[in-house]
């Protein structure tokens, strides 16, 4: 079954330094996500991606934030100076172009960021 | 302020009992609803899905969930538990058109074998 595959599984970064998750988005899908999970809270998302802009985003999606899909494979999210309140699992996600009202999004298996 | 609440936020359990997980959503009009399970170390797995039509939806595994509207609610049960159900299991709610899912806070089940 294809699969999202996130890199890397954890990172670690220091308060103030850029830090980039990748993702690997299932091939033929169309629609891109992130979204984060700081411990002990909800998974909430961040953005959403399609045809190369963003479709949505939330208020938590702020200037420090931006995606880029720089091939025809990655998706990456980049957080520009991080602070210690940046530090949350990120899940990537993806869907097809198959109908918006039965929206299925196929997730990896996140991205650990630990901000120190 | 249109939310997602799971309750019970950890569940420990011996294998062949019961296992219902509560979901309740507060958004109006026309949802899609999702269970989604992560195990250990591995990706959100999409366990279950409602769209339209019958509200007793069944997944894999052994999974089903039924749609209450008046309700709103999702909830998930599975008749007998193995241990290999122990994962966090995550509700999930689409308004209809919308692009993102709101996520509830998920649910830690560990099962004893």
């Known amino acids: 079954e294809p699969e999202v595959t996130q890199t890397p599984s954890h990172q670690v970064t220091q308060m103030g330094q850029e830090v980039i998750l990748r993702c690997v988005p299932i091939s033929n899908h169309l629609y891109f996500y992130w979204y984060r999970q700081i411990l002990g809270q909800k998974v909430e998302f961040l953005v959403s991606?399609?045809?190369?802009?963003?479709?949505?985003k939330s208020e938590i999606f702020d200037d420090q934030f931006s995606v880029e899909r720089p091939d025809g494979s990655n998706f990456t999210l980049k957080i520009r100076s991080t602070k210690l309140e940046d530090s949350a699992m990120y899940f990537c996600?993806?869907?097809?172009?198959?109908?918006?009202?039965?929206?299925?999004?196929?997730f990896g298996a996140g991205t650990r960021l630990s901000v120190l | 302020a249109q939310s997602v609440s799971q309750h019970n936020h950890h569940v420990i359990l011996s294998e062949a009992a019961s296992l219902e997980l509560g979901c309740n959503y507060s958004y109006g009009g026309t949802v899609n609803l999702f269970w989604y399970v992560q195990y250990p170390g591995q990706h959100l797995q999409l366990l279950l899905k409602y769209f339209s039509g019958d509200p007793l939806v069944k997944g894999i595994k052994g999974f089903e969930a039924e749609f209450i509207k008046s309700k709103f609610s999702f909830n998930l049960r599975k008749p007998s538990v193995q241990w290999s159900d122990t994962a966090e299991y995550f509700c999930a709610v689409n308004p209809y058109g919308n692009n993102r899912l709101a996520f509830g806070k998920g649910n830690q089940v560990v099962v004893i074998p």
């Open positions: 996600a993806s869907r097809d172009q198959g109908s918006v009202a039965k929206n299925i999004q196929y």
């Open positions: 991606f399609y045809n190369n802009e963003i479709s949505e």
